[in-house]
């Protein structure tokens, strides 16, 4: 038998990883847990788990829609943020045609792209950030979709409002524009980019978010797309029935509810970026600004090699060489104690 030559040349995603003993800050995930609520509400459907799940996910979705001020029928959730760059390639991009997009960044853009025979063109971030300008510089008549995501993973930078609206102003309307916002929630500049306005403006805009980071329900996988309802009920004709399960919707309608345990996790999130960003500068290691849970920062030598002493150290972070980026480490911010500790090891290797 004979494997799909596009299926050949794709390489097996990169998780983040730990060694026992080792606090695991590798991934993005909050330190802080699963919302309290989300907890309780998976008790009290298990007894349900016999049953198949609302597969339009109606609840979930009707209450999203109210909190972006949009219709139900522009919302759709799936499984996991991944699952949608999937169903967006596959629903509107064919081989022959290309996407375009970054070398570093979330490497799902690619696979998904890969994975229906299509090309992905990707050019290099400009001083960490997406550069639009060369990006535009790859779009042609056979381009279908343009992958931007802000912040960016790894490196926690962004684009602005304007930034984002020159670019979507120079893109054909045929062309089908996804803005990751997986870490949007954590952006604090004021000039951050408003998605719900731009999808006001911008038919061709589709905008992703997750339940995977703010709201710690990365191991149920669960995330959502906002964008024109043509856009929506075309790409949710290619998902498969019930993708998302009973205990991933009510997770995430009790987590959405949980104004305690978000505001716990954004106020953890801003007081020890500012602890660990001046920490490093103390120390004169590199980092890009950040505008995410997570901070992006340079070591003298390759993080692959110091990985393993890191981690047996009691930290498990990010090695970027996966990303194209060897000598840069993603570590999400911890509690203050794990942050501290981290610099304590960053202090004896270094």
């Known amino acids: 038998m004979k494997l799909k030559p596009n299926i050949a040349s794709m390489e097996a995603y990169t998780p983040g990883k730990t060694v026992p003993g080792a606090v695991k800050l590798s991934s993005n995930e909050n330190p802080l847990g699963p919302s309290p609520k989300a907890v309780e509400a998976i008790r009290e459907v298990l007894s349900g788990v016999h049953r ?4 339009a996910s109606t609840t979930l979705k009707r209450t999203l829609a109210e909190s972006w001020e949009v219709d139900p029928e522009s919302i759709m959730v799936a499984n996991g943020s991944d699952e949608i760059f999937a169903l967006l390639a596959a629903s509107w991009i064919s081989p022959g045609e290309n996407a375009v997009g970054v070398r570093e960044t979330f490497s799902q853009y690619r ?3 890969g994975l229906f025979g299509a090309e992905m063109r990707e050019i290099s971030l400009k001083d960490g950030e997406y550069h639009l300008e060369g990006m535009l510089e790859q779009v042609d008549g056979q381009t279908r979709i343009i992958f931007l995501c802000n912040p960016n993973n790894p490196t926690g930078t962004y684009r602005s409002h304007r930034d984002i609206l020159d670019f979507l102003e120079k893109i054909d309307s045929e062309v089908l524009v996804v ?3 997986a870490y949007a929630d954590f952006a604090d500049e004021e000039d951050f980019p408003n ?3 731009l999808l006001e403006v911008f038919q061709n805009l589709v905008v992703t978010r997750t339940f995977s980071k703010l709201y710690g329900l990365a191991g149920l996988r669960v995330g959502y797309a906002v964008g024109d309802p043509q856009i ?9 029935p019930f993708n998302v399960n009973n205990l991933a919707q009510a997770a995430a309608l009790a987590a959405l509810s949980d104004k305690d345990h978000k505001q716990r996790t954004l106020d953890l999130v801003k007081t020890e970026k500012a602890f660990f960003e001046k920490e490093l ?8 600004p950040t505008q995410a849970n997570f901070i992006c920062f340079e070591l003298k030598n390759d993080v692959a090699d110091l990985w393993a002493p890191i981690a047996e150290r009691g930290i498990a972070l ?7 980026l060897p000598r840069m480490a993603r570590y999400t911010f911890g509690t203050r104690e794990n942050n501290v500790r981290l610099l304590e090891i960053l202090d ?3």
Do not use: N, Q
């Open 52 to 55: 198949y799940p609302d597969g």
């Open 111 to 113: 696979y998904a792209v």
């Open 179 to 181: 803005l990751d916002e």
């Open 195 to 197: 998605s719900r306005k």
């Open 232 to 240: 929506i009920s075309g790409t949710d004709r290619a998902s498969m």
């Open 281 to 288: 500068d103390k120390r004169g290691i590199f980092h890009y």
């Open 318 to 324: 990010r090695d970027l060489r996966s990303f194209g």
């Open 348 to 350: 004896e290797l270094l």
